[in-house]
């Protein structure tokens, strides 16, 4: 274990296991209809991304988007694009891939920037939820964990942009933010 995480709240053996169980999911839900277009959310549902779509069995594309609130404002709906996707998603079925719905706030606005892209669909795969964190309304249709309202790193997770590449999620020691 790195020397900095306190402790482990979500094993690398439990994280490759649920996903699994979700890319079935996924699969068995888009049987027989047009295969969905995975758009993951840089950075850090890169980890969770290339875990999930391992697993699954139809013949889909993935893209990425970059997005970033606007500092200083409450209002909701307010993210800036950093990074756009590559095609057009007019009549898409997409599978947004998240690695934790916080606030809600991201996921409620690009799911309505998708839709208005013309999406057909979009539905959400978050590897961990916080539910008691939610301000606004949403709820991932595939969600790999929940966990208690405490701040989380690895698997995609940062924190200052570092600990993404721990295979696993914790809770990094008190020290860490002193
Ligand atoms: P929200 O749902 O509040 O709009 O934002 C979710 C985003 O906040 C996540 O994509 C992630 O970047 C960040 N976030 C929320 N909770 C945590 C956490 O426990 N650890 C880390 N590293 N990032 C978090
Ligand atoms: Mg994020
Ligand atoms: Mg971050």
Redesign the pocket.
């Known amino acids: 274990m790195h020397q900095l995480i306190k402790k482990v709240l979500v094993t690398e053996e439990q994280i490759i296991a649920r996903s699994k169980e979700l890319a079935k999911q996924i699969t068995n839900d888009y049987a027989g209809k047009e295969a969905p277009l995975f758009v993951a959310?840089l950075k850090?549902?890169v980890p969770f991304l290339a875990e999930l779509v391992k697993h699954v069995e139809m013949d889909i594309e993935f893209d990425f988007m970059d997005v970033s609130?606007y500092e200083g404002t409450e209002s909701i709906g307010d993210i800036k694009i950093l990074k756009d996707l590559d095609r057009s998603i007019k009549g898409l079925d997409i599978i947004l891939v998240?690695?934790?719905?916080?606030?809600?706030?991201?996921?409620?606005?690009v799911k309505q920037t998708l839709l208005n892209k013309g999406a057909n669909s979009v539905k959400i795969v978050t590897l961990?939820d916080?539910p008691d964190?939610?301000?606004?309304e949403?709820k991932a249709e595939y969600t790999g964990f929940e966990?208690e309202n405490?701040?989380?790193?690895g698997f995609g997770?940062?924190?200052n942009q570092k600990?993404r590449n721990l295979p696993y999620i914790g809770v990094l020691k008190d020290e860490c933010y002193r």
């Not at 964190?133 to 606004?136: A, F, Q, S, Y």
């Open positions: 959310l850090g549902s609130s998240e690695d934790i719905v916080d606030t809600g706030r991201t996921l409620t606005t961990l916080k964190r939610r301000v606004v949403i966990i405490e701040f989380v790193v997770l940062d924190y600990f």
